[in-house]
């Protein structure tokens, strides 16, 4: 990776996605990356403004305008990464959204696009 | 011995096609009628059906709470204690249908829920009854005439969500503090594990009055943000991860009641050179203390995930571990043999397979494990994955990120200051092992280690009487011990004058 790179890029599925999931909630959304536990290591989807940021909290940018938030200590502890957004099948987890086919948003470290799954 | 699975021939535990919510001592369809499957981590085949419950379920758990809180809140400590113990012996003597319950739900081992989540759960209750028992109110006599009286009142009704990891034991420790200070409880199980509360509730149900405990199953973007939120709960009691535990203490601040989180960890299991002194059961048990990273197949927010060695005694004592962890059984969770089960979701399995992507990409250094586990037969489509270890730097994310899977990183330290600073270089603050045969060592340590439980020659005992909770992001507030009747309730201070004389101000 090179510095020019974004710090947020998103397959065409995500895409796809997303903009299915804000026709089914008729709102823009956001994305904040959950560190791991009983759930988690997984972005988080909220209906935009539900979940509330602080200067604590660092945007790592945007996709189709949904902006993606990560908070700034786990961004450090995690050596400042950068994220691909993809869909994978099973359930959201916490209180995120799913996508309309019952799957869920994931972020992948940039440096797995290599593999056939996310390209 | 390989149990049946649940609703097979020779199965204890039955298996109906699908659960509704319970509701004011009753099991009641969805209002919507909703279901999803349940599968099971052991085939990953769904095995019953789950109420996808509305906004609407949670309002009607509500109103059975409201309606059961004064008087559950008005009984008294010795009629609380009575039905906390007669919830606890219903349990035990269906401990084994529960256990067989928890592991087909969860795909935890069923050598752990007959041992350890289910026996541990009985003394929950049992714990809080004796303590509800000897709740004493405090007086201060502020003069000869005056005297503040402090009494301990319920909140009322109270919402409570509860991880996967060990769903029936976590539901205990809520339930039991909340309901020994007289509160009702609407309970939101995670969505991976809807059923093996329902089954405990067909067991307690009929010893608990109709309304106390309402258990709502569903999506948690939808009832878990309709418990969290509603202005009819006094308290939120959260176990998770931390940006689901902020929203919780968002929406906490936005109705202004407290909340409890319990956020998860990256503990550190500290092993001094000492350990080896001598060839002996303590070295065994320090062997052992190790390898418990694989308990529960890693899914604890206390897993010690992290390993610190000693320089001096990398090469003897990794290599004693790692013979102890090759020899872990995998199989079917049902097989009293099994000594590490299934993983609780295809989610859970990725996640963990993700990581060890990340841990290679980092240059990491797999000793053993780092893939999914094949069984073959009906377990070809459960959720396995091998005992891993990677020794590698604690700056890599496989360090720093709970993986909430059988995986361990390993590294080494120099001395006691280096142990320290690794020990502390996370941002959680749950847990911590130490493993020393010097008692002062022990001390010094265990009390300089930002973690909440510093178990000090021991790991993953989880006693009723011992006070849990975090240090750091890993959460607000504390499970267990009798303090936590304190965090279920509310202080009423009667200040009474005994004195006939008037101020003489106006």
Redesign the interface.
Known sequence: MTDEEPRLQATPAARTALEAVRAREGSQVMFVQSGGCCAGSVPMCFLEGEYLTGDGDILLGDVDGAPFYMESTLEAALGHPSFVLDVAPGGPEGFSLGTVDGGHFVSRSSACLVTDETA | MLYSAPGTEGSKVEVLTEYGNFIGGQFQAPIEGEYADNPTPVTGKPFTRYAQSTEADVEAALDAAHKAAPAWGESSLAQRAIVLNKIADAVEEHLEEIALAETYDNGKAVRETLNADIPLLVDHFRYFAGAARAEEGTLTEIDADMVAYHFREPLGVVGQII???FPLLMAAWKLAPALAAGNAVVLKP??PTPWSIMKLMEVIGDVVPPGVINVVTG???KI??AL?TNKRIAKIAF??????G??IM?YAAQNIIPSTTE???KSPNIFFSDVMAEDDAFLDKAVEGLVLYAFNQG?V?TCPSRALIQEDIYDEFMARCLARIKAIKQGSPLDTETMMGAQV???QM??IS??C??AV?EGAECLVGGQKADLGGDLAGGYYFNPTVYKGDN?M?IF?????GPVLAVTTFKDDAEALELAND??YGLGAGVWTRNGTRAYRMGRAIKAGRVWTNCYHAYPAGAAFGGYK?SGVGRENHRMMLDHYSQVKNLLVSYSDQPLGFF
């Open positions: 991880p996967f990891n995670a969505s999506p948690g973007a878990g943000k969290a176990t998770g991860e931390t940006v689901t902020r929203l968002q956020l998860g960890g899914e927010c979701s295809t989610n990725d996640k993700g990581y992507d990340i990409q700056k994310r720093q990120e709970e993986i909430f996370t941002m992001i």
